[in-house]
Every structure is written in structure tokens, then in C-alpha cells.
């Protein structure tokens, strides 16, 4: 069974960090494009990050956001078939459900599986 599974959110006062995983069953991470999403309350749903393999060895990263370069990396382990995304200096307009995806590109509409999300909190 295919499945995507977000931990690691909570509530977090500004300035400070999280770390989300998104852990994979069913298939393998590395074969795929990951990126993580986020929809916060009665907003539409964004791209923030995705990492796919470009080559043999080397990822190719891509930030959707310019509101999250410098403060969220994305970052894979193969062995442990998930995918991470670290957060620091969290603002309160970073408060949403925060969502992992698999698919064939960094695009969203290329996503095939998704994850039930994981929400995250910044406030003080």
C-alpha cells in the first residue's frame, strides 16, 4: 500500500524551529519528486519545497517560495525512505497544514500521492 505519512508539526513561537518528516511505505522516495505543500486556513494551497534526483547522485532543489529561501531546506535519507524539511526562524504567516507529495515532477499538478499533512503553528 502506497502511502505518505507527515510528523513533526506543532505549535512553535516565532523565531523558533521545526522539523518535518515525511516518511514513505509502498514505494521508494528516490524515485520520485518530493516536495512539500502547505495550505494555511482559508488560503489556497502553496508549493514550498520539492527535491528530485538529478543524476545519478546529485538532487536538484527547488524552492516555490521566496518568503521561505534562506530559512526552510529540504533534505532526503534513502536509507530511511523519507524526506525532511527543516524550518527556521518560523513566522506566524508560515501557519498552515504543511503536506508532502510524490510524483513524476516538482510540479503539483504531476503529484500522485499525498500525504494527510501535518499542522504547524506559529504563534507566541
Known amino acids: 500500500q502506497v502511502q505518505l505519512v507527515e510528523s513533526g508539526g506543532g505549535l512553535v513561537q516565532p523565531g523558533g524551529s521545526l522539523r518535518l518528516s515525511c516518511a514513505a511505505s509502498?514505494?521508494?522516495?528516490?524515485?520520485?519528486?518530493i516536495g512539500w505543500f502547505r495550505q494555511a486556513p482559508g488560503k489556497e494551497r502553496e508549493g514550498v519545497s520539492c527535491?528530485?534526483?538529478?543524476?545519478?547522485?546529485?538532487?536538484?532543489?527547488?524552492s516555490y517560495l521566496e518568503s521561505v529561501k534562506g530559512r526552510f531546506t529540504i533534505s532526503r535519507d534513502n536509507a530511511k525512505n523519507t524526506v525532511y524539511l527543516q524550518m527556521n526562524s518560523l513566522k506566524p504567516e508560515d501557519t498552515a497544514v504543511y503536506y508532502c507529495?510524490?510524483?513524476?515532477?516538482?510540479?503539483?499538478?504531476?503529484?500522485?500521492?499525498w500525504g494527510k499533512g501535518t499542522p504547524v503553528t506559529v504563534s507566541s
Open positions: 527535491i528530485r534526483r538529478s543524476g545519478v547522485r546529485t538532487y536538484y532543489l527547488e
Open positions: 507529495a510524490a510524483g513524476s515532477s516538482c510540479l503539483e499538478r504531476d503529484m500522485e500521492h
Open positions: 509502498g514505494f521508494t522516495l528516490d524515485d520520485y519528486a
